[in-house]
């Protein structure tokens, strides 16, 4: 979770020469067997509970199927696994050479630090590998388009720091700017508000939802806010009438930006941009990183026309761990994002679509195909497809189209509680099931999801 135990931890990490996998705490038994026995991960670090549940039970049960594991340990546990016992309360200077070892397992500027995984066109997660020199390729040209400073500014990190956001603006921009940064482990507007007045924070970054969470929170009114001087929005499409009247609202300038896991943040707002720039588009290229749109053969497509979203710089990911085929950066350095966008006069962009199919729930991907291999599994289902539909505190929910064996039946609470048992992530559940006689298909037999999403258009919760 966002506790300080988590920057620690990496901080840790890069001096024994130990890579960083950091994973959600929503993650359940399904997604972290799959991470964990990929990455051959070697020790955990998980907290004993949180939201009420046993994450240290979780991994104990999953250990005997992960042969590379060595050691667990549990913050605020007791015993052998306890994370406090075993570290903050042990003095390991004393017990070895640390000099040593640290001068031995010293990390390259170009050496891999951090493992993220992302959910890729198939929805199989992929990892995704950083260093020093990628991260604050990425960092620095950040935090100067947005004028941060260490001597001036406060950052509240909401966002899960086992999420890109988290990371680089929330563990790794506040060490290289020193500046102050307070962490929320669960979100709460009005504790966020109590935090902005308490600690007098001036920038966060965080999805849509926390934006309108903020606006729309009655008691967010009850604190004095006046120190939030910047509210990045990204990681899903932020409606103009919500980026307006937070502005106006809360008296704060709110910017757009869109990034990937490969890349970070690729394209942010400015601070004195217009209003038409801040809230009808993702922003322009940070310093360090090209953007442009192609045409379905590879050619430069016109300011104006939709087209595939291609970037490039120093800011870039290395690779996918053992899966370098998938890597997708032509001769030239040119990575295929999988979003469609279009670019205007002054080289904003504007994200219209994505070529992967995925869900962005809250700023956060669902692979919906994942979902879909568990639904046809179910005993009444024959098809299943899995598609966006439009959420307006959210920015999209999962909706499931199924189709049933003669005499079945299936309800939501059905399908829920099936995927529950099959140890699915929360976040992952589709919100609303709709049962239909056939699905709609190409001549070759392939679904057409649009023909789903221009239903879902209209669905709510």
Known sequence: PNWWEFAALHLACLRIGAITNPVMPIFRERELSFMLSFAESKIVFVPQEFRGFDHLAMMQGLRPDLPALKHIFALGGTGDTSFEQNFTGRAWEEEMDMQAIFAERKMGPNDVNELLYTSGTTGQPKGVMHTANTQFANVKPYAERLDLSGARDVVLMSSPLAHQTGFLYGILMPLMLGTKVVYQDVWDPAGAARLIEEEK???????????????????????????????????????????????????????????????????????????????QTDGKPLPGIEVRIVDPQGNLAPNGEEGLLQARGISAFVGYLKKPELHGTDDQGWFDTGDYARMDDDGY???????????????????????????????????????????????????????????????????????????????????RLEVIDEMPRTASGKIQKFKLRDMARDFTV
């Not at 929005?233 to 106006?248: Q, W, Y």
């Not at 098809?383 to 049933?404: I, Q």
């Open 201 to 279: 924070v001036t920038f966060t970054m965080a999805s849509t939802p926390f934006l309108a969470d903020l606006t729309d929170t009655p008691a967010v009114r009850e604190h004095d806010i006046s120190s939030l001087r910047i509210f990045l929005c990204a990681g899903a499409p932020i409606p103009r009438v919500l980026a307006e009247r937070a502005s106006k609202e809360l008296d704060i300038i709110v910017l757009s930006g869109w990034g990937m896991t490969e890349n970070g943040a690729v394209t942010t707002t400015e601070p004195n941009d217009p209003p038409e720039k801040v809230f």
């Open 349 to 431: 962009i504007r994200i219209t679509g994505r070529a992967k199919d995925i869900i962005i729930r809250g700023g956060e991907n669902v692979p919906v195909v994942e979902v879909e291999e568990l639904l046809y599994r179910h005993p009444a289902v024959i098809d299943a497809a899995v598609v966006a539909m439009p959420d307006p505190r959210l920015g999209e929910r999962g909706c499931a189209f199924v189709t049933l064996t003669d005499g079945s039946s299936l309800t939501l609470e059905d399908m829920v509680a099936y995927l529950r048992d099959n140890k699915i992530a929360r976040n992952y559940l589709p919100e």
